[in-house]
């Protein structure tokens, strides 16, 4: 009986738990007849998400742009915020933005919230707005 107990202990400690939940997708379109091309939309996004503490990369082959940073990183537990840009329709020129929260570690998801709002997605949108360079929406598919 000890020995199962132990077992059971010593198998929880060392598996971890990964829990991804994500905010809602959006879409970013031009705000006027002029297209908005994906090279200045991840130049844009690198700046502004680069000046908010994110790691960004773009993939030119792939045609997305990520960005990652740390919002925690404890010894047991460590969460990751996750956004990704990349082309939707080469006609109109419209790109998805998509933000996802990584959990992993030793809490179960069950104490985690599955619920995000991601605070730098949604200023993103606002300067996007602001400087008309584009105007982000909910994507509804």
């Not at 790691?55 to 960005?67: L, M, V």
């Not at 996750?82 to 998801?109: C, F, Q, S």
Request: hydrophobic share 35%; glycine share 6%; net charge negative.
């Amino acid at each position: 009986m000890m020995k199962s107990a132990l077992l059971t202990i010593f198998l929880v400690v060392v598996t971890g738990c990964t829990n991804v939940t994500g905010d809602a997708p959006r879409i970013i379109s031009s705000l006027s007849d002029e297209r908005l091309r994906t090279d200045h939309l991840f130049a844009t996004a690198d700046t502004f998400f680069s000046e908010a503490g994110y790691a960004c990369n773009t993939d030119a082959e792939a045609g997305q742009f990520r960005c990652s940073r740390e919002l925690r990183d404890l010894y047991i537990h460590q969460t990751t915020a996750e956004v990704n840009i990349y082309p939707v329709d080469e006609e109109d020129k419209t790109h998805r933005m998509i933000a996802t929260r990584w959990d992993e570690g030793l809490i179960p998801g069950e104490l985690i919230s599955n619920t995000y709002a991601n605070d730098d997605v949604e200023a993103f949108c606002v300067f996007l707005a602001s400087e008309k360079l584009g105007r982000c929406s909910d994507y509804k598919g």
